[in-house]
């Protein structure tokens, strides 16, 4: 005897869309969750590369007794590279103090994938979000440049 029944050979339109819709509610809880959570470890890690480049600033105004400068240019080499101390970079026992920061160059802001640093001689109220971070040169004060928020509403550039 054969079988004939249309059942046996695949699903119906209702099993299909039962499913469908299961995978779509599923997605719909899922979805914003690993975005909230990617937004978490995204403010952690700026938080601690902030901590990073900030400990480094002080760390080197502590033994110059002035801060990195004044260019983009002299601020990453002063930070990644032994310096003497008038600031000068180079190699040997002249040069006895740093480097500040470790892996050669800024540490890149995780909201923006870059570490382009903005330096300026007084700092903003607001991020303009031009580059990575944005120093103060006769402050020491660094920021993160990034606009945008975080899951609890503090602005990038406040933390």
């Known amino acids: 005897m054969q079988a004939s029944s249309a059942r046996s050979r695949g699903f119906t339109a209702i099993e299909v869309t039962i499913v469908i819709a299961i ?6 809880v899922a979805i914003p969750q690993l975005a909230a959570h990617h937004r978490q470890d995204q403010t952690a890690t700026l938080v601690c590369r902030l901590g ?5 600033i002080n760390r080197y105004w ?12 002299d601020v990453r080499r002063q930070l990644v590279s032994q310096t003497c101390r008038s600031g000068g970079c180079g190699t040997g026992v002249a040069f006895a103090l740093g480097p500040y920061v470790q892996d050669g160059d800024l540490p890149d802001n995780p909201v923006t994938g870059t570490n382009t640093l903005t330096i300026t001689d007084a700092m903003p109220e607001a991020a ?3 580059s990575a971070w944005i120093y103060c040169r006769l ?5 993160a440049n990034t606009t945008g928020r975080t899951e609890d509403g503090v602005r990038y550039f406040d933390l």
């Open 52 to 56: 990073v480049l900030r400990t480094a």
């Open 139 to 143: 402050t020491g004060e660094l920021r």
């Open 62 to 73: 502590a033994q110059h007794d002035d801060f990195p400068g004044p260019g983009t240019g």
């Open 128 to 130: 303009s979000g031009s």
């Open 23 to 28: 995978l779509g509610l599923l997605a719909a």
